[in-house]
């Protein structure tokens, strides 16, 4: 297993920001591409936002393009999320996830492909 630890979840009030960040413990993890993911209580985990440190390549969930930001510590390995302009509809559960395959080339948004996961840090945005 890869330890993956967020923080910096809270409460918030509409328009105002976070950054989530998600720290990689596991020595023998080099992988480069990682992701956020959301999830609500009785719905489905959503994806937020992806991250390939080799390609440079992201990528974003409509409901947050143009308001989230997803970056990669180069040294240390820390994937953040930086979240602007929050909605209470950004309201959920926030984990981090990634492959256990994640070589230079690999994409994706969807949960299913994701090995490894944080144990998610709570975001709520009152209005």
């Known amino acids: 297993q890869v330890p993956l630890v967020e923080s910096g979840g809270g409460l918030v009030q509409a328009g105002g920001s976070l950054r989530l960040s998600c720290v990689v413990s596991?020595?023998?993890?080099?992988?480069?591409?990682m992701g956020w993911f959301r999830q609500v209580p009785g719905k489905e985990r959503e994806f937020v936002a992806f991250?390939?440190?080799?390609?440079?390549?992201?990528d974003y969930g409509d409901s947050v393009k143009g308001r989230f930001t997803i970056s990669r510590d180069s040294a240390e390995g820390t994937l953040y999320l930086q979240m602007n302009d929050l909605k209470p509809e950004d309201t959920a559960i926030y984990y981090c996830?990634?492959?256990?395959?994640?070589?230079?080339?690999?994409?994706?948004?969807?949960?299913?492909?994701?090995?490894?996961w944080g144990q998610g840090t709570q975001v709520t945005v009152s209005s």
């Open positions: 996830a990634a492959p256990k395959a994640g070589t230079a080339g690999w994409y994706s948004r969807s949960s299913e492909m994701y090995d490894y």
């Open positions: 991250h390939n440190s080799w390609s440079g390549n992201t």
């Open positions: 596991g020595r023998s993890f080099s992988g480069y591409a």
